[in-house]
């Protein structure tokens, strides 16, 4: 069974601050993982995908990563400002057999303070 | 294009009501997705839509009726809903077949539904 945490579960920080958001999975035979942005009541807005042969990705001032071996994949934003204010949502596209399905986590909150 | 639409953008509906959600995707995708997002939740995976067949239904009571007449569109029919069902339903699509790919899903804005 696979099991995904994120941590913490809320996070408020001054602007201009980098952070790091993280993201732990217990079974370590995933397929990718992706990061996803949701503003309050609004859809998800996919971020970064990372394929398990990959170590990192990078987009603006996002940058993901992820460590199989340990279970964990981490989500770090440069510089950060009010409007990167949303919930980020970590998933693993994880299976038996090859039949892979999205495996979430609770998300982090995340609150940028001007 | 990489966007996933969906209609209406909130609805509010009776518990006699028999009403549709609609998603449409222009990325030349063939799996479809529905899921379900109560507040402060991660989704949850409804059903799922592999070149136009249903795939995977996760036990959905069957006042849900999903309907994928194309490629590009996928329906949610509601019917005699409950209270409880008020949520967020979020559309998603992906390359290839679903599930066995594990292709990345690209998500619409949602529709917001209030069941009275």
């Known amino acids: 069974k696979q099991e995904v945490t994120q941590i913490p579960a809320a996070l408020s920080v001054p602007e201009g601050e980098n952070l790091v958001l993280n993201c732990s999975f217990t079974?370590?035979?995933?397929?990718?993982l992706q990061w996803f942005r949701q503003d309050h009541g609004k859809g998800l807005t996919s971020l970064l995908l990372?394929?398990?042969s990959q170590r990192e990705q990078t987009s603006g001032r996002l940058n993901a990563s992820l460590d199989k071996s340990s279970g964990r994949s981490t989500l770090y934003i440069a510089a950060s400002q009010p409007g990167d204010s949303a919930t980020y949502l970590c998933?693993?596209?994880?299976?038996?057999?090859?039949?892979?399905?999205?495996?979430w986590g609770a998300g982090t909150k995340l609150i940028i303070k001007p | 294009d990489t966007e996933v639409t969906q209609t209406p953008k909130h609805l509010v509906m009776g518990m006699t009501n028999k009403k549709s959600l609609k998603c449409e995707q222009h990325m030349g995708h063939r799996a479809m997705y529905w899921y379900k997002q109560k507040a402060k939740k991660p989704p949850e995976l409804m059903f799922v839509?592999?070149?136009?067949?249903?795939?995977i239904n996760e036990s959905v009571p069957s006042r849900f009726s999903p309907e994928c007449p194309n490629s590009s569109l996928l329906n949610l029919h509601l019917h005699a809903l409950q209270p409880e069902d008020s949520a967020l339903y979020l559309c998603?699509?992906?390359?290839?077949?679903?599930?066995?790919?594990?292709?990345?899903?690209?998500f619409g804005p949602g529709t917001r539904l209030t069941v009275l």
């Open positions: 990372i394929q398990s």
């Open positions: 839509y592999s070149y136009e067949k249903l795939s």
């Open positions: 079974d370590s035979a995933i397929y990718n």
């Open positions: 998933a693993v596209s994880w299976g038996i057999d090859s039949n892979y399905q999205l495996i």
């Open positions: 998603a699509s992906s390359q290839g077949q679903a599930y066995r790919q594990g292709n990345e899903q690209f």
